[in-house]
T-cell receptor, first 112, second 113 residues
Framework: GQQVMQIPQYQHVQEGEDFTTYCNSS?????IQWYKQRPGGHPVFLIQ?????EVKKQKRLTFQFGEAKKNSSLHITATQTTDVGTYFC????????????FGTGTQLKVEL | NAGVTQTPKFRILKIGQSMTLQCAQD?????MYWYRQDPGMGLKLIYY???????DKGEVPNGYNVSRSTTEDFPLRLELAAPSQTSVYFC????????????FGSGTQLSVL
């Protein structure tokens, strides 16, 4: 079945450092979504990428979708303590119905 | 709008007991989903529904049942609870499919002892 892996599993950074998480799918995706889950909270939608090679920005966050539509990345510039949480990618396979497959997540901790 | 509401927030079950996790949404969404999240892991799809009266299995359906008699409600039934079902359960909904974001409830933390 479809697998979506994320690396790294954990990342500790000092406030102000940059952070990147990578998402890789075993199959080509029709679209990919990113979610953030704060500690003790529920996943909250951040963004969706649809086009091959697409790049989207939200303030300090930059999202990319690979040319082959099998990988994606989330980059945070100058992390802040409010960025703490787990970031998940979730991909939908072309012709795979209504189901999103979530990645394993990257837990980000930001230290002062 | 309340969004997606899950009850209860916490529950402890003994092995072999049964229970129903409730999920309701007031956004008139067609699609509803049940996920489980184990510590340090991603979310695994248990069951989903594309509309009232229609349900389908996800990745990890064994030990669970669902029903969807109305657009708003999508309860998850655990029969004969087992320790392997200790997890955090999230209900989610979306208006349509594919290119629609998911709205999640606040989750139910379940322990089976």
């Amino acid at each position: 079945g479809q697998q979506v892996m994320q690396i790294p599993q954990y990342q500790h950074v000092q406030e102000g450092e940059d952070f990147t998480t990578y998402c890789n799918s075993s199959t080509t995706l029709s679209n990919i979504q990113w979610y953030k889950q704060r500690p003790g909270g529920h996943p909250v939608f951040l963004i969706q990428l649809v086009k091959s090679g697409e790049v989207k920005k939200q303030k300090r966050l930059t999202f990319q979708f690979g040319e082959a539509k099998k990988n994606s990345s989330l980059h945070i510039t100058a992390t802040q303590t409010t960025d703490v949480g787990t970031y998940f990618c979730a991909g939908q396979v072309t012709g795979g119905g209504n189901k999103l497959t979530f990645g394993t997540g990257t837990q980000l901790k930001v230290e002062l | 709008n309340a969004g997606v509401t899950q009850t209860p927030k916490f529950r402890i079950l003994k092995i072999g007991q049964s229970m129903t996790l409730q999920c309701a949404q007031d956004m008139n969404h067609n699609y509803m989903y049940w996920y489980r999240q184990d510590p340090g892991m991603g979310l695994k799809l248990i069951y989903y529904s594309v509309g009232a009266g229609i349900t389908d299995k996800g990745e990890v359906p064994n030990g669970y049942n669902v029903s969807r008699s109305t657009t708003e409600d999508f309860p998850l039934r655990l029969e004969l609870a087992a320790p392997s079902q200790t997890s955090v359960y999230f209900c989610a909904s979306s208006y349509f499919t594919g290119y629609e974001k998911l709205f999640f409830g606040s989750g139910t933390q379940l322990s089976v002892l």
